[in-house]
């Protein structure tokens, strides 16, 4: 079984930053993709970002790019998502999730998931 816990969410104004972390356990964390998803309030789930197994490669909702940065670290099994610039629509609960199919974007493709973590930005 595997494992995932978020952390490093909270209460920040807008323009501020926010590191999240998620440490995996349980199986060998360099055999998955791993992504971040979020929930704002009343609304559906949608992809954030990606990395690769290798974390060679990245994808980004159009959302977000230029402001957060998912990398990994494989020999602390941990994926993390620096976000910049945050502004008031990127409050939701944050999601890591595990993928054995590589660099995806649909929520349906990942195996594992995380609690989550809430970030919520004032303006």
């Known amino acids: 079984q595997v494992q995932l816990v978020e952390s490093g969410g909270g209460l920040v104004q807008a323009g501020g930053s926010l590191r999240l972390s998620c440490v995996v356990s349980?199986?060998?964390?360099?055999?998955?993709?791993m992504g971040w998803f979020r929930q704002p309030p009343g609304k559906e789930r949608e992809f954030v970002a990606a990395i690769t197994m290798s974390g060679a490669s990245t994808n980004y909702a159009d959302s977000v790019k230029g402001r957060f940065t998912i990398s990994r670290d494989n020999a602390k099994a941990t994926v993390y998502l620096q976000m910049n610039s945050l502004k008031p629509e990127d409050t939701a609960v944050y999601y890591c999730?595990?993928?054995?199919?590589?660099?995806?974007?649909?929520?349906?493709?990942?195996?594992?998931w995380g609690q989550g973590t809430q970030v919520t930005v004032s303006s």
């Open positions: 999730a595990a993928s054995s199919m590589g660099l995806v974007i649909r929520a349906e493709l990942y195996d594992y």
């Open positions: 349980g199986r060998t964390f360099s055999a998955y993709a």
